[in-house]
């Protein structure tokens, strides 16, 4: 069983950054393969980066450049550095888990966090 916790989500200008944590419990993280997505209203879940068990990272076409995913083992924590915010990135922002490889489809995802809010003002 592993439990997410996100946090770093608030209000940003657009051009500003953010840098989105997510915490994990268990002491097998290195196994897991991590994902971000996200969710605006009246929007599907959509995938916006991944990272492997290795550090192979993986980024949708709309965040690529912009965003980078990474991970610290030791920490047992994923991140979400973000620049360049649009208004367009406004969303709830939730982690993944998985045990193997990594997908960018959700429903390959066993674990969830709550989500963080991410408002990116125009």
């Known amino acids: 069983q592993v439990q997410l916790v996100e946090s770093g989500g608030g209000l940003v200008q657009a051009g500003g950054s953010l840098r989105l944590s997510c915490a994990a419990s268990?002491?097998?993280?290195?196994?897991?393969?991590m994902g971000w997505f996200r969710q605006a209203p009246g929007k599907e879940r959509e995938f916006v980066a991944r990272i492997t068990s290795g550090v192979s990272t993986y980024y949708a076409d709309s965040v690529k450049g912009r965003f980078t995913i990474s991970r610290d083992n030791a920490k047992n924590t994923v991140y979400l550095h973000m620049n360049s915010l649009k208004p367009e990135d406004t969303a709830v922002y939730y982690c993944?888990?998985?045990?193997?490889?990594?997908?960018?489809?959700?429903?390959?995802?066993?674990?969830w966090g709550q989500g963080t809010q991410v408002t990116v003002s125009s």
């Open positions: 268990g002491r097998t993280f290195r196994s897991y393969a």
């Open positions: 993944a888990a998985r045990l193997g490889s990594s997908y960018s489809a959700s429903y390959n995802y066993d674990y």
